[in-house]
């Protein structure tokens, strides 16, 4: 599987940008799909994900804000962020999970990793 990420930059507070990923080796209609990220000196973390039949979940700091969507056509996921706050800057990461399903959580165990976009939000 390979995934590629693209749309990360930087951004004023309050403002918008839609990241995307491309995939290849594994069809999106059949996966677990997700955006995670990171900064320096912390783990991880799961921001939203969405499964085989598009049941998306999202963590709470994100929720009303953010929009996790995918085109199976295209093999392509994306992530709408709008009303970005400066805590939401970080490396993004694209995910692949070889199963429909995506679980209960919000982990970032068992995925394939696409190579990550920065997001940088300046208050």
């Known amino acids: 599987v390979q995934l590629v990420e693209s749309g990360g930059g930087s951004v004023q507070a309050g403002g918008s940008l839609t990241l995307s990923c491309v995939g290849t080796?594994?069809?999106?209609?059949?996966?677990?799909l997700g955006w995670f990220r990171q900064v320096p000196g912390k783990e991880r973390e799961g921001v939203a994900t969405?499964?085989?039949?598009?049941?998306?979940r999202y963590v709470d700091s994100v929720k009303g804000r953010f929009t996790i969507s995918k085109d199976n056509a295209k093999n392509t996921l994306y992530l709408q962020m709008n009303s970005l706050k400066a805590e939401d800057t970080g490396m993004y990461y694209c995910?692949?999970?070889?199963?429909?399903?995506?679980?209960?959580?919000?982990?970032?165990?068992?995925?394939?990793w696409g190579q990550g976009t920065q997001v940088t939000v300046s208050s």
């Open positions: 969405i499964d085989g039949v598009s049941t998306s």
């Open positions: 080796g594994y069809t999106f209609s059949s996966a677990c």
């Open positions: 995910a692949l999970k070889r199963w429909w399903l995506c679980g209960p959580t919000l982990a970032p165990d068992g995925y394939a």
